[in-house]
């Protein structure tokens, strides 16, 4: 190490950093009041140091851990030289702020040390809504931000110690949901105290001054690791394009095309040949696209990596304005979430090419948003769930199903708590069957998840994908099942777009039922071992035709025991009647 | 119990050691140290009784009761050797148990895998009905589905089922009727758990778990039992035998049989209710217990003598910080614990320099074999114990009393390789470097239950024991700016004696989940009496009088929205909305920062935890006897180390018997029987009346 750095020293303010970010983290996860924060845990924290960097991270959202950067960098810019003890900062806005989408609500307070600002304690969390033409605040039909809600500059919530009054009434009259979103304000202010505080003990403890070049080297030790990486994977140019099946009732394919170019110990990618921006909420402000590269480039590495911003100084991301990755306001953004995912998959996808040990085949296609509200004696109420739930094969393993994407770590809302709250039943949730992509290792399977209105009158809003554009698998590995978005399943049922542009009014006694994708499978089915595939039939996870048709294994349906035999046979007459493999799918699966 | 009967026994097993501990109306407490017996542990707690009891030169009639604290159920767990079991579910909920809440514990590793599922899928079943959330039947049992999945789990062959429906924690009648029909129809050696009650609390999946887990250990947890009540027996031993629980209260054998998943933290409670019954034997009872082994460190926080507790646990999670952030690693168990967080920093911790330059203390162990470098059996990795050798802390020839020697310059060896020379650090400050880093490590467990909690640790002591809590305290304690440290008699099997002051303890609970403002108070004061009356019901079966049970009234409340509830007591006389508001607003308050005093108000649980206080009487000062230490004239002085701004001091080593009510000032060490204290330069020393080593902080 060049600078004076004690190797001792370094390990206790690294470890006293992540124990206060965990601590901001744990405290908003158990006072939030809205279902979305506190179960979904979609929210996040950090510190950062005097520079507006990030030093430390709660354990929440992966994908988020590339959220702060860019608003730190306008509070940087316009706030930081004239801030005062006691201010704290709030924004929503994407476009000039460094937001995400409007739900989004940022909430970060300087911290003053002897005069000087020190750092910063960064909040973020998703808001139960903030407005706009559906509840929840996250419609897909919105065409421009106008149409989203209350949208927030980077303003002051606190001046010097004093609460904005006016602005926090300008929030509780523009939600349909006042209390959760003050209650959830009220606990971001609460984790950025504790951050303050817990930072505060430690540069009393190391002093200030004495604590800036371990900061230093903290950055310094992140990218040296990842820059250590990126050198062992082969100089080159990785492309591939994945896709969104598109919005509304005559979708219009989008493309995400990147090249990942390694060029030494840096990586670039480059998402020119991405679609145009469009009329609906899921253009992605490039806050979160930068945050699903870091993501994506930080998984196939070590998680060994601190989780502080220095590991991203040797990627850069090139994005051209416009697009569906990078759009100009007033393009809508609610809903963007599902750009930041397939990005992440994009890359994966890319990378399979030269790291195929290290990637994952995609996923469910990160979360199905999905909006419910009404009027319930008087009351209204909304229920916001963020789906998710399956992995990908890997090289050498099963996907796993149940378990949140790996850019994410969302949970589940508990069943009886959405039925103990809300004028709804959870009619199922479960697995689906043959829906994880067929490989030598299979891909995770989908989840469904069923609601039925138990009230007069409601509408919902949903957005999922992956219906027509499967989860791609690799190495010969098939892709994943698709989505589906069904009204009342049954004889009389009706299918809705992944993506409708519009509220769907339901009735008392309407079932909407989400059945989500499911994960690619890696290598050639036909190499899976019988017995894997019997495991999987003893389970249902995959059924006799599939086991048959797809791995080729014949199975005897009274005893559950391979038929070896046919299975040798049927496995020789597949292979023949398959076509050569490609060298390598430069595409995802169509 | 026979006349004569005076004396109580505990027994506490880890996975090296069974401490053995042994009580009378006077005198010191006895202790005794055995190798487990890992292929059936009752045997090796048999001869340990025996070898004490004659020691001690009782006979076994002499015994009124043994208190045990358990691994078995833990064990059956990490081993993934408990019974076969299934599942019954309701319609469509099949796969909640596997799909759990999601979360996993590790972010950006794309070779994570869950558990498994301790029911695989192809034997978990659903029967068709239905219950709303008010405990409506929605769609009435449909008893031929139910038929149908006991016929298909009997020929599965398993030995135990756990049933779980949607809302049983509001109306457990489908529950109950699906377990008659299967009992019924698969006979009565099944073992069965009805969700509803082990755990009438709403949230499905770990209601689900819960009751999985308890049919999963179930069958083990009895076998175990039945053969140490034969084995004890057989040995004229026949005093009832009591067992530790999770939430430090003690049940009978019968009872833990009924429901294991309640003691699979057994042996860290007892440890927290030692330091519990020493806080108020002290008369401050603000603690914080801080237990330091061989793998782990535990923290735990006890204020005003109460130990805090949680419901919020998973057992096999590895070791984590109190598992509140961190998620989804285990297997979930929502019932009562003593909040101990845990982390993986002990005596045969691997020390080693990671890939980015770090030095890393844990979570990888050498256990107890290969063991640490010193200890000459195979070891090859330098580890925490190792570094306290090199430092001059431990002392080389009187481990265990001097049956155990250790090779200090094979430790020294290996850390100057391994550590020192990649650091580029003299061996002295890698060794320091190591106790300080183990020590920062250990410190998040003790902020896990305290400036988590909103608790500050400054306003608590330290109570350091295990086998290396008394070497680390007062680092981890300085580390906290915490200012006293006390380290008990017997620090080594303090656990084993916090089993002889344990309470009979039992929790019963009644889900609400309602606004307050659309409750009567009258129907929520009718729910905790209901409550009492099962509260007597179930202590009197188990042979307890009324008079000596202690009830004490529970609220788990929070703001209608919030996902996590805040426990408040209750007074039991009346019960005041507007009262109970308030404790909620003001430990709301303590604990996030925040309150909102205007917003509804959810009622999510009233509990009632009945007590049965055992041995209120019992004479703390008895622990104060203590096995001979080195003879005196054995003792100089011995150089150690103790970092770059002290330097190598010649340290005085004393035994625990000459310290005094007058301190004596740092640095100095006293060496024990079963653990060494460190006591660093600018500390001061002194022994309290009850015979705790008093440790100032400067």
């Given amino acids: ?590 | 119990m026979a006349a004569g009967a005076t004396h109580s026994i505990g027994i506490d097993i880890g996975g090296t050691f069974t401490d053995i501990v042994l009580l009378g109306p006077s005198g010191p407490i006895r202790t005794h140290k055995i190798s487990s017996t890992a292929d059936d542990f009752s045997r090796g707690i048999v001869t340990g009784v025996r070898e004490l009891l004659d020691a001690a030169g009782l006979v076994p009639g002499a015994v009124a009761e043994l208190v045990h604290a358990t691994t078995v159920a833990t064990n059956a767990i990490l081993e993934q050797k408990g019974a076969p079991t299934a599942l019954i579910t309701t319609a469509g909920f099949r796969d909640v148990l596997e799909m759990r809440r999601l979360r996993i514990p590790v972010l950006y590793d794309l070779q994570y895998d869950k558990p498994a599922p301790l029911v695989p899928r192809r034997l978990r079943f659903e029967v068709r009905e239905r219950m709303g959330p008010r405990g409506e039947i929605r769609i009435p049992l449909d008893e031929a589905s139910v038929e149908a999945a006991a016929k298909q789990l009997q020929a599965a062959g398993v030995e135990a089922v756990a049933i779980c429906l949607l809302h049983s924690y509001a109306n457990p009648t489908h529950e109950r009727r699906v377990a008659d029909i299967v009992r019924r129809l698969v006979g009565d050696d099944l073992y069965i758990t009805c969700s509803a009650d082990i755990l009438p609390e709403i949230r499905e999946y770990e209601r689900t778990s819960t009751a999985v887990v308890n049919s999963y250990v179930g069958p083990v947890v009895r076998r175990y039992l039945r053969s140490l009540a034969n084995r004890l027996a057989q040995a004229n031993l026949d005093a009832p035998i009591r067992i530790m629980q999770s939430n430090g209260g003690v049940m009978t054998a019968g009872s833990a049989g009924d429901k294991p998943a309640c003691i699979v933290e057994s042996g860290p409670a007892a440890g927290v209710i030692a330091c519990a019954r020493l806080a108020r034997h002290l008369g401050h009872g603000n603690i914080i217990s801080f237990d330091m082994g061989g793998t782990t460190a535990k923290a735990a926080i006890i204020e005003n003598g109460e130990p805090a507790k949680t419901t919020e646990y998973e057992v096999g999670a590895g070791i984590n910080l109190s598992s509140k952030l961190v998620k989804g690693g285990g297997y979930a168990i929502k019932l009562p614990f003593i909040d101990v967080s845990e982390i993986g920093a002990g005596g045969g911790s691997i020390v080693a320099v990671d890939s980015a330059g770090a030095l890393k203390v844990g979570p990888r162990s050498a256990g107890a074999m290969p063991g640490p470098v010193c200890y000459d059996i195979g070891g090859t990795e330098p580890t925490f114990t190792d570094a306290m050798v090199a430092l001059g802390y431990v002392n080389p020839d009187y481990l265990v009393g001097g049956t155990v020697r250790l090779n200090a310059d094979k430790a020294r060896r290996v850390l100057a390789d391994r550590i020192a020379r990649p650091l580029n650090l003299s061996l002295l400050d890698a060794a320091h470097g190591i106790y300080t880093i183990a020590a920062a490590t250990m410190t998040r467990a003790v902020k896990a239950v305290s400036t988590y909690r909103g608790r500050d640790p400054r306003d608590f002591a330290l109570v350091a024991f295990g086998g290396n809590g008394p070497v680390a305290g007062v680092e981890v304690a300085r580390a906290l700016k915490m200012k006293r440290v006390l380290v008990p008699p017997a620090p080594g099997v303090f656990s084993a004696v916090g089993l002889l002051f344990s309470d009979i303890e039992h929790e019963f609970l009644r889900t609400f989940f309602r606004r307050t403002d659309e409750l009567r108070a009258q129907d929520v004061a009718a729910a905790f009496q209901q409550l009492e009356v099962e509260a007597r019901r179930t202590l009197r079966r188990e042979g307890h009088a009324t008079e000596q049970i202690e009830l004490r009234w529970l609220a788990d409340l929070r703001y209608s929205g919030q996902a996590y509830e805040l426990t408040v007591a209750m007074p039991r006389n009346g019960l005041d909305f507007d009262e109970m508001h308030r404790a909620f607003h003001g430990e709301h308050e303590r604990t996030y920062g925040h309150r909102s005093d205007g917003d509804p108000v959810d009622l999510v649980n009233v509990k009632v935890l009945a007590r049965v206080v055992r041995l209120a009487a019992q004479p703390y000062e008895g622990l104060a006897a203590e096995p001979a230490g080195p003879q005196q004239d054995e003792i100089r002085p011995r150089d150690a180390y103790f970092g770059a701004e002290h330097g190598t001091i010649a340290t005085p080593l004393l035994r625990r018997r000459d310290l005094a009510a007058a301190p004596i000032q740092g640095p100095a060490i006293v060496e024990e029987y079963d653990a060494t204290c460190v006591i660093p330069p600018g500390c001061l020393a002194s022994l309290d009346r009850l015979g705790n080593i008093n440790i100032e902080l400067d």
Wanted: hydrophobic share 40%; glycine share 10%; charged share 20%.
């Fill in chain 1, 1 to 590: 190490m060049e600078r004076a750095v004690d190797p001792i020293t370094f390990e206790v303010i690294k470890n006293g950093l992540s124990s206060v970010a965990d601590e901001m983290a744990l405290i908003i996860m158990r006072s939030a009041y809205s279902p979305v924060v506190r179960d979904s845990m979609d929210y996040s924290t950090a510190l950062c140091d005097r520079h507006g960097q990030i030093i430390a991270q709660g354990l929440t959202l992966a994908v988020q851990l590339g959220a702060f950067p860019d608003g730190m960098h306008y509070i940087m810019r316009d706030e930081a030289a004239n801030a005062r003890p006691g201010d704290i900062f709030i924004f929503n806005d994407p476009y000039g702020s460094g937001g995400q989408h409007l739900p989004d609500i940022y909430v970060i307070k300087p911290i003053f040390h002897e005069g000087r600002i020190e750092g910063y304690a960064c909040t973020m969390a998703h808001h139960s809504d903030v407005g706009g033409i559906a509840p929840g605040s996250t419609a897909i039909h919105a065409t421009d931000i106008h149409q989203e809600g209350l949208c927030i500059p980077l303003l002051k919530l606190y001046d010097a110690g004093q609460p904005n009054r006016s602005l926090f009434r300008i929030i509780e009259k523009n939600t349909r949901q006042p209390i959760q979103v003050l209650g959830d304000l009220k606990a971001q202010l609460a984790a950025c105290a504790t951050g303050e505080r817990g930072y505060l003990d430690l540069l009393r403890r190391h002093g200030a001054e004495a604590m800036r070049p371990y900061l230093e080297e903290l950055q310094d030790q992140a990218e040296r690791m990842m820059r250590d990486f990126i050198r062992q994977i082969p100089d080159g140019a990785y492309e591939f394009v994945d896709y969104i099946d598109g919005v509304g009732d005559d979708p219009q394919t989008l493309r995400i095309q990147v090249k990942v170019t390694v060029a030494g110990d840096e990586i670039a990618i480059d998402l020119a040949g991405t679609s145009r921006q469009v009329a609906a909420a899921i253009n992605c402000p490039i806050a979160m696209i930068h945050s699903a590269a870091y993501c994506a480039i930080r998984c196939i590495t070590s998680p060994a990596i601190p989780n502080c911003e220095g590991y991203i100084r040797p990627i850069r991301v090139i994005a051209p304005e416009g697009t569906i990755v990078n759009p100009l306001p007033p393009a809508a953004c609610a809903a963007r979430g599902v750009m930041g995912y397939r990005v992440f998959d994009a890359i994966m996808g890319a990378l399979a090419q030269v790291v195929p040990n290290r990637v994952i085949a995609a996923g469910e296609g990160g979360p199905t948003l999905f909006s419910i509200g009404g009027t319930q004696n008087g009351r209204q109420f909304v229920l916001t769930e963020v789906m998710v739930g399956t992995w990908g094969a890997r090289a050498g393993k099963d996907g796993v199903e149940g378990i949140s994407n790996p850019a994410a770590n969302l949970s589940n809302q508990p069943v009886e708590l959405i039925e103990a709250e809300l004028p709804l039943e959870v009619v199922g949730y479960g697995l689906v069957a043959d829906s994880g992509g067929a490989g030598k290792f299979r891909g995770g399977l989908a989840f469904h998840r069923e609601f039925r209105v138990l009230c007069d009158d409601a509408t919902c809003t949903t957005r999922a994908d992956r219906r027509d554009h499967r989860p791609y698998g690799l190495a010969g590995g098939e892709p994943g099942g698709g989505s589906q978005n069904i009204i009342n399943p049954g004889a009389q049922q009706t299918g809705l777009p992944t993506m409708p542009m519009r509220a769907i009014p339901l009735r008392h006694g309407d079932v909407f039922r989400h059945i989500s994708a499911g994960g690619g499978g890696y290598g050639d089915p036909l190499e899976r071992p019988p017995e894997a595939v019997l495991e999987d039939v003893r389970d249902e996870k995959v059924s006799l035709a599939a086991a048959r048709e797809r791995y080729g294994v014949v199975i005897d349906p009274k005893r559950l025991t391979v038929d070896r035999e046919a299975t040798a046979q049927r496995r020789q007459t597949m292979r023949k009647a398959a076509k050569p493999a490609p060298a390598q799918a430069l595409q995802a699966a169509k």
